[in-house]
């Protein structure tokens, strides 16, 4: 299938630039001979700094937290609208982000032990519990569509089988409005799983998203082996995009390529007006952001529901 032939070519243009972009080479230097100055003669080992030693306690405290709260279900949903790009500009579904409680109440920054737990058993936990609050909420609330994270190493998990099973047979129309969003490396970590597994779910109603689509543009040439409804355009290349000329090539070829594949734009990281018109102009279908709200365990739907109740 042929992409947009000036879109591909200003692609490739915005990864040459990456690529040849000497910083990276010379960061790369300066922390190769970094460290190989700090190693210690007698045993070629980098002596361990008090600091780095508080750092890896306090990581080995986190973690013990985290894994208290979810043996304690002590986590809520944040949702944060997906809204639509064009007339009517309603929110065409939320996201549903996990949140993690310390024994205070107060939320964990998810920057402070996601990275840790991702390859985990908490990792395959959270992504259970995730599945389980976002379809609880779409039962409790019909009017809505909700997408849920989930790591692709979590396909042959069976407790996430199992409480996808338990809710569909419940109630088998919750699938229409579930989307389940991969985020796009752990997708080409196991391509032939992601694959079956979509094959499986999508005839029950459920859609797929490609979270984080071209932060690796290495990838790109493997879209064509699935079949996402939609992509989610990684952030990094929409913050600023309305002053950053590199930013806009690679987002139009980012968008030329999903369209010849029929899937469903969403700009993220969408915070300021000029960057929501700019990717409103290149077609996107929706935008997603602080722009338009943070992610809150109050949505609108439970704000409804305490209004009635006071």
């Not at 976002?134 to 998990?157: D, E």
């Not at 199992?162 to 752990?186: F, N, P, S, W, Y």
């Not at 082996?225 to 600023?240: L, T």
């Not at 030329?256 to 290149?282: G, H, N, P």
Request: charged share 25%; proline share 4%.
């Amino acid at each position: 299938m042929l992409i947009a032939g000036k879109a591909f070519v200003a692609m490739l243009g915005a990864v040459e630039t990456i690529l040849c972009d000497g910083s990276h080479g010379a960061g790369r230097w300066f922390e190769m001979t970094y460290l190989k100055k700090r190693r210690m003669n007698n045993n070629d080992k980098v002596k361990e700094s008090p600091l780095s030693a508080a750092v890896a306690m306090r990581d080995v405290d986190i973690l013990t937290v985290v894994k208290d709260a979810i043996n304690h279900r002590d986590v809520v949903m944040a949702y944060q609208p997906v809204m639509q790009a064009r007339k009517p500009h309603g929110a065409a579904f939320y996201e549903g982000l996990i949140r993690v409680l310390d024994d205070t109440g107060r939320i964990i920054p998810a920057r402070e032990f996601m990275g840790r737990v991702a390859d985990t058993e908490l990792g395959r936990e959270l992504d259970c519990i995730s599945l389980d609050l976002g379809l609880q909420t779409l039962s409790q609330n019909p009017n809505i569509r909700l997408s849920i994270n989930m790591s692709a190493r979590s396909i042959g998990y069976d407790k996430w089988h199992r409480t996808l099973e338990r809710h569909l047979k419940r109630d088998k129309a919750l699938g229409d409005r579930l989307i389940v969003e991969i985020i796009e490396k752990t997708t080409m970590a196991v391509p032939e799983l992601v694959t079956d597994f979509m094959d499986r779910l999508q005839p029950r109603g459920i859609a797929f998203a490609l979270d984080e689509f071209g932060a690796d543009l290495t990838y790109i040439r493997h879209l064509r082996d699935f079949f996402f409804d939609a992509v989610k355009i990684h952030g990094a290349y929409v913050r600023g995009i309305s002053q950053s000329p590199d930013n806009q090539a690679a987002v139009r070829a980012l968008s030329a390529i999903a369209r010849e594949f029929d899937m469903f734009v969403v700009a993220t990281s969408v915070e300021k007006i000029e960057d929501a018109e700019f990717m409103t102009l290149q077609g996107v279908d929706c935008l997603q952001g602080y722009l338009f709200g943070a992610p809150s365990v109050r949505p609108p739907w439970k704000e409804k529901d305490r209004q009635k109740s006071a």
